[in-house]
Each structure stands twice: as structure tokens, then as C-alpha cells.
């Protein structure tokens, strides 16, 4: 319940900096999105199913008390008879003894026709378990195994919901870089144009090369215009991730990222294999699938439990007559002719199911991290060169519009340097955003993408 209130608070909070149109971080944005996803609300009620199933597991353990009361009225002569006994009422008249003459051949009517009687029997019962053959025990593991796998489902939920967030975060940021790139580009093209259509008045330039300089400045513009909706859908996606209108007014304070996983592949695999909460929660499941076989095999043996019971028995409703009884009842099914066998192996069928999938979840688990592990560094070792290609890049176009302005190099030179310059830019802007959403994809399969991390 605290857990549940923290949340709303931070929700209205939150709600409340972005009606104020105040920055919001990573962490705010994450924090914002985990309070109010629907699919996390979902999880946290399936959590307290399972503790749910626990209590009422772990409470077959105890007595089970119920009270009833049983109005009847009859005129068999059986239940006329027992009736009088269980009120303690019977009487040798009720034998029919007064009408005995000692002819014993003649019916007595007043044990034959007793005639129309009533009684009321009231009742308290208890009952409990002694031995079950194990099946309370199933039970209790079960639900035990149902809340863990929950929990770990819980948590896996939450880091693939912060992953999608970092992504639409970073998409942002990465549009918005490829923006400004790409406006720094219409500046320039903009002005090769005008240039170009002086030069081209004046006689000194040819149509062709004012042609070319005008499809360079239409390319870049389209360019822009890309990066801008890539930016806009990015921020929809994240408004839309933290249960937020379309048209609220949300700024974003840059930077913040994932931090970076320092272990070699082989470490980061066992920590995956081990703490991925996605395997955890299929492992919980197996264990589940385990005790279920228990369950089954329980059918096998005894049980055995204690009765305790008192009765009160009168024409109305009271406490009068009262009786007790104390039993012990042991069952045994010797044989139901294969249904047992039947139920224990359909259970062992589902277990071995379960281990299946759970290798094989291993193996999946296993390849992401190894694609994810070289995509990262292959990112990586991109984006260094890329830094090193954007500065040549650079001096290239430099050296390129000085030529051109001594009148050595032509404008469709410069435009290829500049086009090459901007498409060195996009390319290491592309490569560091792999690299980031490589990193985040890491930290998500080794179960450690929380704000820890962020």
C-alpha cells in the first residue's frame, strides 16, 4: 500500500511539473512511466494474486470450523426413532411395548406409524489434517513459486518499459541532433544558391552548376524535414509511454544515459544466464511445474484427518441435548485403475515442458547478449572513427569552398564536400545512437536496467 501510494505522489507530482512545462530527466521520465503504465498494474495485481494463494495454501494447514442448522421433519419410522434418541427423548412406549401382548408376531404400530415428528439439530464441526500425503506441502510451493515467478515477470516488465522509454529519450535527442545538422546544411545550401544565381546573372557560373546547387539545397531540406518528424514521433512515443496527452507540453533536459558494462562477454553471459528476470520467472514456473508432480504423486498415499463435532438436538431452535463425537479418519485409495498414474504423468509431461523452455530461453538469452555485446562495440568503434571521418570531413569542405573561392574548384565540388560532410555527421550521430540503445539492451538482458543505471 505505501509502495502504491509513493507512486501516485510521484505520478501528481510529475503530472503536475509537466502542466508547469518544467524539464524532465531520464530518471523523471522513467519514474513517470512506471507509476501509471497499464501493463505494471496488471503485474502488481497478479503479485497479490499469488500472495493470495499462499495465505489460502498455507491455511489448509489449519482447522476447518463450520456451524450449521439441519430442520427436518418426518414420518419414518427410522428417522421418527432416531430423531427421540438424538433429543434424548425415546421412551419404551416409542418401542411399542404397551401394545405387547405376547404374541411376538403382532407389529407394534407405535414403532411401525410413529406418525409426523420434528427436530431441529444444531452444529459446530471441526475438522483438520493430519497427514495429507504431502499434497498441502505441493500446494504451499506452488503458490510460494507463482509469487516468485510474478515478481521476477514484475521486474522484467519494468526494465523492458524503461528500455522503451530510454529509446524514445534518446530517439529524441538523436532527431534533434540530426536536425541541427541538417539546419546548419539548409544554411549553407541556402546560400550556394544565391551565390550560384549571382554568378550565374553576372555570366560567370553555368546553368547546370545553379541546377545542381538548387537539388543539393531541395535534398538537405528534405533532410530536415525527416529529422524533425523522426523527432516529433520520438517525443509522441514517450509522451504516450508515460500515460501522457499527445499535446502536453513536455521539455527534456539532455544528457543522462546507460551506463556501460565494463565485464568481458563471457561474465556479462553468466550474469545474464543468472539474473535475467525474464529466466528467473520461467525458472520459477519449472519449480511450479515440479511441486505439481508432488501434488499428483500425493493421490498415492494416505490421508488422514481428525473430526470433532457437537450437536444439539430439540423441537426448536436451542442448545438442549447435547452430544459430542471425536473421530479420526484415515483414506487410502488402493486402487482408481490408472487415473492417478494418468494425472502424475500429464504432470511430469508439463514439467519437462517447462525445462525445455527454460533451456531454450537460456540459449535465446544467451545469443542477445553476445549480439548485443558486439553490436555495442562494433557501434562503438564506428562512432570513433566516424569522429575522426567528420573532422576530415570538415577540413575537406573547407579547403574545397576556399578553392572555390579562388576560383579553382567548381560548385559541384563543393557541394559533394558538403555533402559528404553532412552525411559524416549523420552517420556518427546513427553510430552513437546504436552504441546507446546497444548498451541499454545490455543492461535489460542482465536484469541491472533501473536507476542505477540510468
Known amino acids: 500500500m505505501q509502495q502504491i ?187 550556394f544558391v544565391k551565390t550560384s544565381e549571382n554568378l550565374t546573372a553576372q555570366g560567370v557560373l553555368v546553368k547546370s552548376e545553379l541546377l545542381t546547387a538548387r537539388v543539393h539545397l531541395a535534398n538537405v531540406q528534405l533532410q530536415l524535414e525527416q529529422a524533425r518528424n523522426q523527432e ?18 513536455v521539455e527534456l533536459i539532455k544528457g543522462g544515459g546507460i551506463a556501460n558494462c565494463e565485464c568481458e562477454l563471457p561474465t556479462i553471459k553468466e550474469k545474464a544466464r543468472t539474473n535475467n528476470p525474464q529466466l528467473v520467472a520461467l525458472r520459477k514456473q519449472a519449480e511450479v511445474s515440479g511441486a505439481a508432480v508432488d501434488g499428483a504423486k500425493a493421490a498415492y498415499l494416505p490421508t488422514v484427518s481428525l473430526m470433532a463435532r457437537q450437536d444439539w438436538n430439540d423441537n426448536n431452535v436451542a442448545l438442549n441435548h447435547s452430544s459430542y463425537t471425536l473421530a479420526g479418519v484415515m483414506n487410502w485409495t488402493l486402487t482408481d485403475f490408472g487415473v492417478t498414474k494418468a494425472t502424475v504423468d500429464r504432470a511430469r509431461a508439463t514439467q519437462s515442458e517447462m525445462n525445455a523452455k527454460v533451456k531454450k530461453a537460456e540459449q535465446e538469452v544467451t545469443f542477445k547478449v553476445s549480439e548485443a555485446y558486439r553490436k555495442q562495440n562494433e557501434a562503438q568503434h564506428r562512432a570513433n572513427s566516424l569522429q575522426l571521418n567528420a573532422s576530415q570531413a570538415e577540413e575537406a569542405a573547407r579547403l574545397v569552398r576556399q578553392r572555390h573561392e579562388g576560383g579553382v574548384a567548381t560548385i559541384t565540388e563543393v557541394l559533394v564536400a558538403e555533402t559528404q560532410l553532412l552525411k559524416a555527421k549523420a552517420d556518427l550521430i546513427a553510430a552513437r545512437q546504436e552504441t546507446n540503445v546497444q548498451r541499454a539492451m545490455l543492461r535489460m538482458l542482465v536484469g541491472e536496467l533501473d536507476e542505477n543505471y540510468l
Not at 521520465?29 to 503485474?43: G, R
Not at 514484475?154 to 534518446?170: E, K, N, P, S, W
Not at 516529433?232 to 507540453?249: F, S
Open 232 to 249: 516529433a514521433i520520438a517525443r509522441e512515443q514517450l509522451k504516450m509511454l508515460m500515460g501522457m496527452p499527445l499535446d502536453a507540453n
Open 5 to 191: 501510494i509513493g507512486l501516485l505522489g510521484m505520478s501528481i507530482l510529475l503530472s503536475t511539473a509537466v502542466a508547469q512545462a518544467e524539464d524532465l530527466n531520464l530518471r523523471q521520465c522513467v519514474a513517470l512511466a512506471l507509476s501509471q503504465n497499464p501493463e505494471l498494474m496488471a503485474s502488481s495485481a497478479r503479485i497479490e494474486q499469488a500472495n493470495a494463494a499462499i495465505i489460502q495454501a498455507q491455511s489448509s494447514y489449519l482447522p476447518k470450523i463450520t456451524t450449521s442448522i439441519t430442520a427436518s421433519r418426518s414420518n419414518d419410522p427410522l428417522s421418527v426413532f432416531g430423531m427421540k434418541l438424538m433429543q434424548q427423548n425415546a421412551t419404551f412406549n416409542d418401542l411399542g411395548l404397551a401394545e405387547y401382548t405376547g404374541n411376538g408376531v403382532i407389529a407394534p404400530q407405535k414403532l411401525n406409524s410413529p406418525g409426523d415428528y420434528s427436530n431441529i439439530n444444531t452444529r459446530i464441526e471441526a475438522q483438520m489434517p493430519l497427514y495429507t500425503g504431502g499434497l498441502i506441502d505441493s500446494y504451499v510451493r506452488q503458490a510460494q513459486g507463482y509469487l516468485a515467478a510474478a515478481q521476477s515477470g514484475d521486474t522484467a516488465a519494468r526494465q523492458q518499459l524503461a528500455f522503451m522509454v530510454y529509446q524514445a529519450f534518446d530517439g529524441i535527442s538523436t532527431a534533434g541532433a540530426f536536425a541541427e545538422v541538417a539546419e546548419q546544411g539548409v544554411k549553407a545550401a541556402d546560400s
